[in-house]
Antibody, heavy 124, light 110 residues
Framework: QVQLVQSGAEVKKPGSSVKVSCKASGGTFSRYALSWVRQAPGQGLEWMGLIIPIFGTANYAQNFQGRVSITTDESRSTSYMELNILRSADTAVYYC?????????????????WGQGTLVTVSS | QSALTQPASVSGSPGQSITISCTGTSSDVGTYNLVSWYQQHPGKAPKLMIYEGNKRPSGVSNRFSGSKSGNTASLTISGLQAEDEADYYCCSYAGSSTWVFGGGTKLTVL
């Protein structure tokens, strides 16, 4: 089964960008779509966007349109989430999470497994 | 996309049953029978407990069950155990390849 291993914690200045990686290991990267979800300290989960690696297409939540970019590098079985123009409110743990794909390449609506999370701290 | 509404906290004694509600709209919970529930212990990643409203993944106790009525989904945990103490989140498909989460519910086992 595919496991998801994320990059380490980051500390960023307001106005800068952060790029978090999520490497899939132990399985076939192309069998999954990946959502990115964040969780601010003491807060709930917030869906940011999803990418289907075999198609290279991404879809984003309205709250993050224009500020987030989700990409993949199939040769490295890795997805990346880049968030720009960071502010203190972006301090959060960022998770990648997988959705299986069916044989027709359609995304299963259920997130069945999560990465370990990456803490991004935005502070001057 | 507004977050789904969950109670901030619920509590119960060992052996009792509790139910956590998750209220959305006709654009998400009400239209799609695609609500999932996640358990999250402090400092850990969420874990899938219920999917497609009422299905349990392999390995999840049958003490966990899900249901839906109208725009509200529910998670019921029967025979509460100390290890069930955690935060619980609902998540619904919201159409057009988007998803929405609930604000989370803290379950305390007294």
């Amino acid at each position: 089964q595919v496991q998801l291993v994320q990059s380490g914690a980051e500390v960023k200045k307001p106005g800068s960008s952060v790029k978090v990686s999520c490497k899939a290991s132990g399985g076939t990267f192309s069998r999954y779509a990946l959502s990115w979800v964040r969780q601010a300290p003491g807060q709930g989960l917030e869906w940011m966007g999803l990418i289907i690696p075999i198609f290279g297409t991404a879809n984003y939540a309205q709250n993050f349109q224009g500020r987030v970019s989700i990409t993949t590098d199939e040769s490295r079985s890795t997805s990346y989430m880049e968030l720009n123009i960071l502010r203190s409110a972006d301090t959060a743990v960022y998770y990648c999470a997988r959705h299986p794909l069916n044989l027709q390449g359609q995304v299963d609506p259920t997130i069945d497994f999560w990465g370990q999370g990456t803490l991004v701290t935005v502070s001057s | 996309q507004s977050a789904l509404t969950q109670p901030a906290s619920v509590s119960g004694s060992p052996g009792q049953s509790i139910t956590i509600s998750c209220t959305g709209t006709s654009s998400d919970v009400g239209t799609y029978n695609l609500v999932s529930w996640y358990q999250q212990h402090p400092g850990k990643a969420p874990k899938l407990m219920i999917y497609e409203g009422n299905k349990r993944p392999s390995g999840v106790s049958n003490r966990f069950s899900g249901s839906k009525s109208g725009n509200t989904a529910s998670l019921t945990i029967s025979g509460l155990q100390a290890e069930d103490e955690a935060d619980y989140y609902c998540c619904s498909y919201a159409g057009s390849s988007t998803w929405v989460f609930g604000g989370g519910t803290k379950l305390t086992v007294l």
